[in-house]
T-cell receptor, first 113, second 114 residues
Framework: SQKIEQNSEALNIQEGKTATLTCNYTNYSPAYLQWYRQDPGRGPVFLLLIRENEKEKRKERLKVTFDTTLKQSLFHITASQPADSATYLCALDWSNSGYALNFGKGTSLLVTP | DVKVTQSSRYLVKRTGEKVFLECVQDMDHENMFWYRQDPGLGLRLIYFSYDVKMKEKGDIPEGYSVSREKKERFSLILESASTNQTSMYLC?????????????FGPGTRLTVL
């Protein structure tokens, strides 16, 4: 069955450092992968989409890489700030639907001053 | 500003009650989705819809049904609420057309079934 794995342990880093979160998947041949941010008690918010033919994508302090050989995406936040503290979810196509998503369980990031 | 709204932020119901969760989007999106989110289990897809009156089962449709009579509104129905349906319910929408569009989420409804 299709599986998405994100590190269940919270990631604690110091302000100003780079946070790196991992998303691994099995039994997928995804054409794309999405990353979302979720704050406590709120719905997820879309951050970035990366397609299979893109190795890397950047948006301000965010960078996503996509390695279809390793079946892995890395999500980086550079110069992290306490306001970046949240849970980050990766998502892949659900059952080849082309529009429904299957989400990983997310990794909690805590950035301390 | 795009918006997905859900009828209630918090809801408490009794076992056996029929429960309606409403979701409305103002973005003219074709696709709408219902998820539930539980600690340790993450977001799980219950049902989704790509058009009015159309519906597709997700991973966990048992005990739920949906209704989409108008494009902007997607309702989740718990036919006979049970305690194991206590959860955070999230609605989302996305536009048709280009595949793999981002989803826009509502604020969620925290449902407690006693």
């Amino acid at each position: 069955s299709q599986k998405i794995e994100q590190n269940s342990e919270a990631l604690n880093i110091q302000e100003g450092k780079t946070a790196t979160l991992t998303c691994n998947y099995t039994n997928y041949s995804p054409a794309y992968l999405q990353w979302y941010r979720q704050d406590p008690g709120r719905g997820p918010v879309f951050l970035l989409l990366i397609r299979e033919n893109e190795k890397e994508k950047r948006k301000e302090r965010l960078k996503v890489t996509f390695d279809t050989t390793l079946k892995q995406s890395l999500f980086h936040i550079t110069a992290s700030q306490p306001a970046d503290s949240a849970t980050y979810l990766c998502a892949l196509d659900w059952s080849n639907s082309g529009y429904a998503l299957n989400f990983g369980k997310g990794t909690s990031l805590l950035v301390t001053p | 500003d795009v918006k997905v709204t859900q009828s209630s932020r918090y809801l408490v119901k009794r076992t056996g009650e029929k429960v309606f969760l409403e979701c409305v989007q103002d973005m003219d999106h074709e696709n709408m989705f219902w998820y539930r989110q539980d600690p340790g289990l993450g977001l799980r897809l219950i049902y989704f819809s790509y058009d009015v009156k159309m519906k597709e089962k997700g991973d966990i449709p048992e005990g739920y049904s949906v209704s989409r009579e108008k494009k902007e509104r997607f309702s989740l129905i718990l036919e006979s609420a049970s305690t194991n349906q206590t959860s955070m319910y999230l609605c989302a929408s996305s536009p048709k057309g280009t595949p793999y569009n981002e989803q826009f989420f509502g604020p969620g409804t925290r449902l407690t079934v006693l």
